[in-house]
């Protein structure tokens, strides 16, 4: 898939004693809420209605995406998950189409999709989107068809679903 990604980076190592407290008290309420956290999985993973953070950083080729849940502060959120399919068929390309057919579909059907998931006409709303759409590699080695589309905004965070909000 087609994305940004976020860094990854390398914190100081524990000590053996301060990995055991860590471990210990991990569970504990007192350090906040686990439903807070990014969990990372595959972008083939998405389901509709999965929010997620906004990477940090592009890269040309995804693997994963940050879920959290729809009430942790987040930017996207996942509606629409169109198959690919040949202009004027009704069959999914056997063969990559390229990167134009690909994103001329997703801007396509994203948009036709967008209206039943939030409520209002795309045009109308204060809400955007955008996609991921399957890389010539995913395309080859994984039968990936799919492009993903997600509800965004222009920088706010979001903080419950955007699901019939007529936004």
């Known amino acids: ?28 309420s007192w350090f906040g809420n686990d439903d807070d956290k990014a969990t990372s999985i595959a972008v083939f993973d998405a389901k509709i209605g ?8 592009i890269a040309v080729e ?3 995406l940050s879920r959290v849940t729809c009430a942790t502060p987040h930017q996207q959120e996942s509606y629409a998950l169109p198959t690919y ?13 390229g ?4 994103k001329s579909f ?12 939030v409520g209002v006409d795309y ?17 080859q080695q994984d039968d990936d068809r799919k492009v993903i ?3 965004t905004t222009t920088g706010q965070t979001l903080t419950k679903s955007v699901k019939h909000s007529d936004m």
Do not use: N
């Open 1 to 28: 898939m087609v994305r940004l990604v976020r860094s990854v980076r390398h914190g100081v190592a524990l000590g053996v004693l301060g990995v055991v407290v860590a471990l210990a008290v991990s569970g504990c």
């Open 50 to 57: 999965d929010c997620f953070l906004a990477p940090e950083d």
């Open 62 to 64: 995804v693997t994963h």
């Open 85 to 97: 399919i040949d202009p004027g068929t009704a069959k999914t390309a056997k063969t990559f189409p």
């Open 99 to 102: 990167d134009a057919a690909l």
């Open 106 to 117: 997703a801007d396509g059907k994203c948009a036709e999709k967008f209206q039943d998931y």
């Open 123 to 139: 045009r109308d709303s204060s809400l955007y989107f955008t996609y991921l759409v399957p890389s010539a590699r995913s395309w």
């Open 149 to 151: 589309c997600f509800v």
